[in-house]
DNA sequence: ATAAAAATTTAGACGACCCTAAATTTTTAG
DNA sequence: CTAAAAATTTAGGGTCGTCTAAATTTTTAT
């Protein structure tokens, strides 16, 4: 069996690694963990030697593929647990990231069955991030940055990148819903700032630092 | 804030408290905690010293209020999430004990309440056992065991004592559900069996092992 | 190319929770 | 009322996950 700390670890390598390519860092582990790099460095030796991870002394750390099954495995967990908590019982999508945080470790393969099975197999969280499979696969999603779309394109608001409270409300708060269909008017070349026409005809004013969080589709 | 092993510890010595009256004694949270004595008395210095338990040395230990306001908290959240798993996912009451163990660790208050809206505010648990208040009250039941009950009664199954999965698993096979009206039509003298008449009308063979851990109302 | 800076690992320690073996206190029985 | 038995606590130690300080390796900049 694994512990809480080992599953927080896996998934936290999982993320990193899917941000920036490659190798992940100590320092990055210990910025996100929110320990000290000595602390990594320990838990790192213990993960290789369960071969949940390849690591080299100073080289940096990638999952095996049984470590990447695991973390695909909380990372589904935690994203059913946040579809029930909007769903099922009318959380705000951004007051269910903590909690979801502490059920994702709940030990029984069946209770995350019946979960999926109750929730209505749901492909994406309420922060519109792809929910990967039993089998342990995770869906490709295509998504681009709004930050990148052209002006005069029309996307779909399709997900979040910054999970924060405080931004997510700032979207509350703009009207900006997911699935939500945009049309890109204008885009100011010095700030790089977006106008954008929601459904309702409203036109929204998007911060650069704002459009860089937001994916969408066409 | 207070670690998983110190709520087990709390509800383990309400559980124990309510069986036997008075102070709890160390062997026996030994046994029921799957641990040995000597680490019980650590675990009892600590609890005294956050003012959670009553201990003098030698002389057993009794729940502060403080203490039993916390052991209540976390069996009514255990006894919510049976609930939960039993109404809305599907599992068996035979099933979901393990389950709940770990879910009642769960810290949020938000989390509790909605749960207890959603289901509806439950009274009681699958297994028949009252949900205390969000106040933090114990409801009182004034069951008493179908082994005490007289011949010719008539009385209605409530609860059960004993929560095995091999013991609840019997009761369904014997089709006893809770809520299942039920008449004592004989009482067998020497080895105390009983043969109880079912809604059905069918007549089911109850032995005294199995009466002494079903509770019943009139 | 090399010295300074940055990143990482090692050394040594601590708190939480658990254990076994030994000492102590309480209970029980003769 | 005492001696044996039972219950409980203390002593000493282990693992897990964390920390700070010091040593080592890698990267960066002159
Ligand atoms: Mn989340
Ligand atoms: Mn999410
Ligand atoms: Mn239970
Ligand atoms: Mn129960």
Redesign the interface.
């Known amino acids: 069996m694994h512990s809480f700390t080992e599953e927080n670890y896996l998934k936290t390598i999982y993320y990193l690694a899917n941000r920036r390519q490659g190798e992940v860092s100590t320092n990055a582990l210990a910025e996100m963990t929110a320990t000290k790099a000595a602390s990594v460095t320990d838990m790192l030796r213990k993960l290789a030697e369960k071969q949940l991870i390849h690591y080299k002394k100073y080289q940096g750390v990638r999952l095996t593929d049984e470590g990447e099954r695991l973390a695909l495995q909380i990372i589904r967990r935690h994203r059913l647990w946040e579809v029930f ?1 909007v769903q ?4 705000g999508w951004d ?1 269910v990231h ?2 979801a945080e ?2 994702e470790h ?3 393969e ?2 995350v069955t ?2 999926d099975t ?1 929730l209505g197999y749901p492909q994406f969280d309420p922060h519109g991030d792809p929910i990967p499979t039993p089998a342990g696969q995770m869906p490709e999603t295509g998504y681009r940055k709004l930050s990148e779309v052209e002006a005069g394109e029309g996307v779909c608001l399709m997900a979040v990148l910054e999970h924060s409270t405080e931004f997510l409300k700032h979207l509350d708060h703009s009207q900006l819903t997911l699935g939500c269909q945009v049309t890109v008017n204008e885009i100011n070349t010095f700030d790089k700032s977006v106008l954008v026409q929601i459904e309702s005809g409203r036109s929204v004013f998007i911060s650069h630092e704002v459009a860089r969080n937001l994916l969408v589709k066409n």
Chains 1, 2 share one sequence.
């Open positions: 908590l099922k019982l009318g959380f007051e903590e909690i502490e059920l709940i030990r029984s069946e209770l019946r979960l109750y």
